[in-house]
């Protein structure tokens, strides 16, 4: 069953049980501008959408997969952006606005924390902002998502700088930091689709010849705009940080593993180079320790020498052949 909340400029919130979706035009009357908040509607609200004489086009957005938009219908003009949601992960959600003479409508599948901020605003707006229309109430929601994000990027830029500096402390081995960038770039990427969504939905709702909205509000909307422009540069710059640190610390641990290939390589070139001596003088040894007679009188003491000196004379050549070869430089 969906969960409805209505506030007025003139009366405030107004409770659940004092209205019905079918006597709410007559509720609101007098009140001046209005604002009702559907959360999880149900098939219900979409027949009541249709008779308030929501366009067709705007309901099947609502009630299937919404993507960012803002359109002028015959009737009310229709707004989708993006906004965080209020679970314990991080995660963005369409929320649907529609603006109807004095009445504007929200509707989103989940909790959204800037809502909620839009709501203690609205109690607390000065009579002469609230003079300027539903445009300000419009003004004031979109505000209040952009401004969910400023203190949430101010984390991430602090997250980054705590990486930044265990990725270049070489004091310190720390666990888990290719983790943490990609996950901070999962989240960066999170944030930008309800930032660019706000920053598309003013660039139209400011578009000359095209203006959607009135003139008084023009000023609020193009300070929005530049907090929206803002807050893009600097998802981009935390992004791009976050790319630059993980491939400043993919190239220590390349620097690294190629320290200590080239670390194994030479101790294996050095053992190489001891096997590849000692074989051939183990071959001479077990030759000539055969219980056979040696040629030669070599089985006298003299011959024991005469085979020490031949296999000195043959470890001398090895080292000298390799020695030209370059080996043992390498």
């Not at 405030?12 to 009702?36: H, Y």
């Not at 992960?89 to 800037?114: F, K, Y």
């Not at 909205?213 to 992004?239: G, H, M, W």
Request: proline share 3%; aromatic share 8%.
């Amino acid at each position: 069953m969906a969960e409805l909340r209505l506030q007025t400029t003139g009366a405030g919130v107004i409770p659940n049980s004092e209205f019905t979706l079918g006597d709410l035009e007559e509720v609101i009357e007098g009140k001046g501008n209005a604002w009702l908040d559907i959360l999880k509607p149900d098939e219900e609200i979409k027949e009541w959408l249709e008779s308030l004489g929501v366009d067709e086009l705007a309901v099947e957005d609502i009630f299937g997969h919404a993507s960012d938009t803002v359109q002028r219908f015959d009737q009310h003009r229709f707004i989708v952006v993006r906004a965080r949601d209020a679970d314990n992960r991080l995660d963005t959600e369409p929320v649907a606005i529609i603006l109807h003479g004095d009445l504007m409508i929200t509707v989103r599948g989940t909790r959204i924390p800037a809502l909620d901020v839009f709501s203690r605003r609205l109690k607390t707006a000065d009579d002469d902002e609230i003079a300027i229309g539903i445009d300000f109430l419009l003004y004031e929601l979109l505000d209040s998502i952009a401004d969910d994000w400023t203190p949430i990027l101010s984390e991430y830029s602090n997250k980054l700088d705590g990486l930044e500096y265990q990725v270049f402390d070489p004091s310190n081995s720390y666990d888990g930091l290719l983790e943490g960038l990609h996950d901070l770039k999962r989240l960066l990427r999170e944030a930008s689709k309800s930032i660019e969504s706000l920053q598309s939905a003013c660039f139209r709702l400011l578009k000359p010849g095209e203006r959607l909205i009135a003139e008084s509000a023009l000023p609020f909307y193009t300070d929005l705009q530049q907090l929206a422009n803002t807050l893009v540069k600097r998802c981009s710059a935390y992004s791009a940080g976050a790319t630059s640190t993980r491939d400043t610390y993919l190239s220590h641990i390349s620097m690294d593993l190629a320290l200590s290939n080239a670390r194994l390589t030479e101790v294996m070139t050095t053992l190489t180079i001891i096997g590849a001596i000692m074989l051939p003088l183990t071959l001479i040894a077990g030759i000539f320790g055969m219980n056979t007679e040696l040629p030669a009188q070599l089985n006298e003491l003299g011959g024991f020498w005469s085979i020490m000196a031949g296999m000195i004379i043959f470890s001398v050549l090895m080292l000298a052949w390799f020695n030209k070869k370059g080996w043992l430089s390498n």
